[in-house]
């Protein structure tokens, strides 16, 4: 059963966020790292520790599964326990979820090591950096994507432009459906809004079932409910 996905990951009581950053003692590491939250208690887990096994699970199913549809891949990753309803480990599961869609619906790609790379850069983008830096990891995770897909560096041309527009696709369309954060429907939105970008300026075209259907409302205390385009109408009745 997973643990409440609003709440401390050590006491289950909720967070509560900072305006300004705070050093805080990781309660499972015991690092000592800049945070913007803690529970009211005091708790604070790093991002790391709050992800790693998130992202063995994001690897582990997308080097062995042969689905075509990214929302799919996703919807099946979430289901597992260690993939919380918020968490940085949604930086990293995006972009494995486009990068493995794209390698199952012939794109030329080197599916392992590209899941590697997408580890490593997406573990790097900090949570909550969508509220306090204004751009969200989920899009950030589409153009991270993309820069491995076309080997985008920060001295190419093409690519590089490639890249950030991708990213600028999918955060403007998250901008648009407005706080709180989500991080489900903030992946959602940015894998949809990959697809149509990949289909476009590299004729992969990803399979998509419509429609996307979210099954992690009753998990999110903060859910936008019938303002979600992915909430699940049948709950309303």
């Known amino acids: 059963m997973k ?3 609003g709440a401390c990951l050590i006491c289950q009581k909720p967070l509560q966020y900072f305006n300004t950053s705070k050093k805080l003692e990781c309660s499972i590491c015991h690092n000592e790292f800049e945070s913007y939250a803690s529970c009211t208690d005091g708790h604070f887990v790093c991002d790391s520790c709050h992800s790693s096994m998130g992202i063995s699970v994001i690897l582990d199913f997308c080097k062995k599964t042969d689905l075509k549809d ?5 919807q099946n990753i979430m289901e597992d326990p260690f993939i919380y309803m918020h968490g940085p480990e949604h930086h990293v599961m995006v972009g494995a979820a486009i ?12 599916l392992e090591s590209a899941l590697d790379e997408m580890s490593l850069r997406g573990r790097n983008y900090p949570g909550g ?12 995770s589409v153009g991270m994507a993309v820069s491995i897909i076309t080997n985008a560096t920060p001295l190419t041309t093409k690519t590089w432009g490639l890249a950030n527009e991708a990213t600028s696709k999918a955060l403007g369309a998250i901008a648009e459906l407005g706080g709180p954060r989500c ?5 959602f939105t940015a894998v949809l809004k990959a697809a149509d970008f990949i289909g476009e300026h590299f004729n992969v075209h990803l399979d998509i079932k419509s429609p996307v259907i979210c099954d992690f409302s009753h998990e999110n205390t903060e859910c936008k ?8 109408k049948l709950l309303l009745k």
């Open 3 to 5: 643990r409440d996905p």
């Open 70 to 74: 990214p929302i799919r891949i996703m």
């Open 99 to 110: 990068i493995t869609a794209y390698k199952n619906c012939g794109g030329d790609i080197d």
């Open 129 to 140: 950096s969508c509220g306090f830096w204004g751009c969200c990891g989920a899009a950030v």
């Open 183 to 187: 991080c489900k429907r903030n992946s």
């Open 225 to 232: 409910r019938k303002a979600c385009p992915y909430y699940n």
